[in-house]
């Protein structure tokens, strides 16, 4: 029984506010306009060396997400401050929350060293809240994870890029890609030579830029929780930032 679209009595269900239970329905969707725009990229790499493989993947992805039609936007983590060292004002922390909030989906590669992503990726992703008062600046948007290692071919790194992925509410698509030694993928100019390594990068910027423009315009909705509806933005805030840790 209903007492209005899309919220129901919910008589078996005691400790559900009706007013905030909402049933999800197709019609939510039909009813949001679509973007014309070009979709926003925002490309992250976890690399400081002057010869930085994860920089030059990134920036032969941005390549490809330029010609799938993408407008994206690289960040160079030279001169980002250790998380709690600086002030959340220092400029390289700002330019970073600005093109995460300019953002509609990312590109992560880090190195993989010691077995994991390297302190240069996450340090960058550290800096990025889950939220700003009410808005959150990566929540429904979408990522691709790669990396690039100098051994065999591994997949620590982006498995830890995805748990990160999951933990900022992003949308990560399922491809991926890995290059192994890396040091012999690309040429003396720093562009990556024809290989299966190359082309899987294509196939995930291609996945990548086809589930942002799905979801870019329903994020908002797909990400709407019943949970937070009953918090206000400073409770929400107060929780997710743990600023006492």
Same mark, same amino acid.
Not at 7 to 33: G, M, Q, R, W, Y
């Given at each position: ?39 926003? &990229?925002? *490309?992250?790499? /976890? #690399?400081? !060396? ?5 920089? +030059?993947?990134?920036? =032969? ?66 800096? &990025?809240? *889950?939220?700003? /008062? #009410?808005? !959150? ?5 979408? +990522?691709?994870?790669? =990396? ?85 933005? =400073? ?11």
């Amino acid at each position: 029984m209903m007492t209005k679209a899309g919220v129901s009595k919910l008589p078996d269900l005691p400790n559900i506010d009706p007013a905030l239970f909402a049933k999800p329905s197709n019609t939510h969707f039909e009813a949001v306009a679509t973007s014309t725009h070009a979709p926003h &990229i925002l *490309l992250l790499y /976890g #690399s400081l !060396r002057e010869r930085s493989f994860s920089r +030059l993947l990134t920036f =032969e992805a941005q390549r490809l997400l330029n010609a799938f039609g993408a407008e994206t936007r690289v960040f160079n983590p030279e001169g980002l401050p250790l998380p709690d060292g600086h002030p959340e004002h220092h400029p390289k922390v700002q330019e970073l929350r600005d093109l995460a909030t300019w953002s509609e989906g990312m590109v992560w590669t880090s190195p993989e060293r010691h077995g994991a992503m390297t302190g240069i990726m996450k340090m960058q992703i550290d800096w &990025i809240p *889950l939220s700003i /008062g #009410s808005v !959150r600046p990566t929540q429904g948007k979408t +990522l691709a994870v790669m =990396e690039v290692s100098g051994g065999s071919q591994s997949f620590n790194a982006v498995n830890q890029l995805r748990i990160l992925g999951r933990w900022m509410r992003m949308i990560t698509i399922p491809n991926q890609s890995s290059v192994a030694k890396a040091f012999l993928e690309f040429d003396e100019a720093g562009r990556m030579k024809p290989s299966s390594y190359y082309e899987r990068v294509v196939d995930v910027m291609e996945e990548l830029v086809k589930f942002t423009l799905l979801t870019r315009d329903v994020s908002r909705y797909l990400v709407d929780r019943y949970s937070e509806r009953r918090e206000t933005a =400073e409770e929400l805030s107060k929780r997710v930032n743990l600023k006492s840790i």
